[in-house]
């Protein structure tokens, strides 16, 4: 579906009843096709989890949990933020038998716009930890060449030819909705296997995102892809942490090998 025709960017009124045709899938395919024989473009996951997240119980008491969704990189479709802010609000007045009733209804509902299986697991509210980034941290670097807009050429070597497995993380991955123009921010961390990089290269191409206008999930692929392309690692991870907006944030991970997947997203203090 034209994502011209979702709920992005216009005035809506929030449901008080169940609507799962709220939600509104965009296909993959088309922000793909540039780097469609890129190894890994699809393997991984994106990771969202939901803190507006309520129900009635059986006897119509109000529960809330935080929830942690994994939606595929295989699946044809992502769902797109506002649709699945509202498909949840959907569910605040709607009475489950059980926590497993809601955990099935959402996966149905979810699996059915994405066209993929989608895992649902409920968090404790009070239990959602909160840990360090692990790596290099690039923010610090000064680069000596910066570009406005994404510019895989920013992307260097570090001329020594030595072999290296490094993960660098920085703070300063900031684009824009494509619709609304609206500021995404995130934590990117780039886990990298092969020649080594020059780090203040590679904090030079974050930076460069900074107007760019993409979706979380096809920022961190066109990220993945030009570091794949013009680095050609061996293995690779890239791993955008971004911040909550509406009740949601979005967590997507692209790796060269299964291996790399971490087995949970990380969870930041700026989230």
Not at 66 to 71: D, E
Not at 123 to 145: F, H, T
Request: hydrophobic share 35%; proline share 6%.
């Amino acid at each position: 579906m034209s994502v011209e025709k979702s709920l992005l960017g216009k005035d809506t009124n929030y449901p008080t009843t169940y609507q799962p045709e709220i939600l509104f899938p965009i296909s993959r395919s088309l922000s793909r096709e540039s780097y469609a024989d890129v190894a890994g473009i699809q393997q991984g996951c994106d990771w969202w989890h939901v803190f507006e997240l309520s129900w009635l119980n059986a006897q119509g008491i109000p529960q809330v949990a935080i929830g942690r969704l994994r939606l595929p990189a295989t699946s044809p479709n992502l769902i797109e933020s506002k649709s699945l802010k509202l498909y949840f609000n959907s569910l605040n007045f709607m009475r489950f038998d059980s926590t497993q009733q809601l955990i099935a209804t959402v996966e149905q509902d979810l699996s059915k716009a994405a066209e993929a299986p989608v895992q649902l697991t409920l968090i404790d509210a009070n239990n959602l930890a909160v840990s360090q980034p692990e790596g290099q941290c690039l923010d610090q670097l000064s680069p000596q060449r910066l570009s406005e807009q994404p510019d895989a050429s920013l992307l260097q070597h570090a001329g020594s030819g030595r072999m290296v497995e490094e993960q660098y993380y920085s703070n300063l991955l900031r684009s824009n909705c494509p619709v609304t123009g609206q500021p995404d921010w995130g934590t990117i961390f780039i886990r990298y296997r092969g020649e080594k990089v020059c780090p203040a290269s590679l904090l030079a191409y974050i930076i460069s995102y900074r107007q760019h206008n993409g979706f979380h999930e096809q920022c961190v692929e066109q990220i993945y892809a030009d570091i794949w392309k013009t680095l050609k690692p061996g293995q690779l991870m890239v791993y955008a942490a971004y911040t909550r907006r509406g009740g949601l944030d979005i967590n997507p991970c692209r790796v060269s090998t299964e291996a790399w997947l971490p087995q949970t997203p990380v969870r930041l203090a700026r989230q």
